[in-house]
């Protein structure tokens, strides 16, 4: 399974790190994303790592103020998330997809709230 932590509630401009821990597999056959998904809106990616090489994406709204990263050893893939606003507020959830189709994962979710 995967776990998100460090969620919360922050101002407008503020700094949050997530998460994302896997427990009971190696993530490094894993792609991992970040998505959100706001009240009364679909869930959308917000970035995600390869994980076969060190290739990175990121939705247009977050590029420049997000950073993903990954620690195989640890089982962790963390976004760092800088200069804040009130749109980002969503659930985040993170999700693994295994290189060789063996199997998926979707965390259950971190509030992320930021206020104006």
């Known amino acids: 399974q995967l776990v998100e932590s460090g969620g919360g509630s922050v101002q407008t401009g503020g700094s949050m790190r997530l998460s994302c821990v896997a427990s009971?597999?190696?993530?490094?056959?894993?792609?991992i994303g970040w998505f959100r998904q706001a009240p009364g809106e679909e869930r959308e990616g917000v970035s995600c790592i390869a994980s076969t090489y060190d290739g990175r994406y990121y939705q247009d709204s977050v590029r420049g103020r997000f950073t993903i990263s990954r620690d195989n050893a640890r089982k962790k893939v963390d976004l760092q998330m800088n200069s804040l606003e009130p749109e980002d507020t969503a659930i985040y959830y993170c999700y693994g997809e295994n290189r060789y189709a063996e199997g998926d994962y979707w965390g259950p979710g971190t509030q992320v709230t930021v206020s104006s």
């Open positions: 009971g597999f190696k993530i490094d056959n894993y792609a």
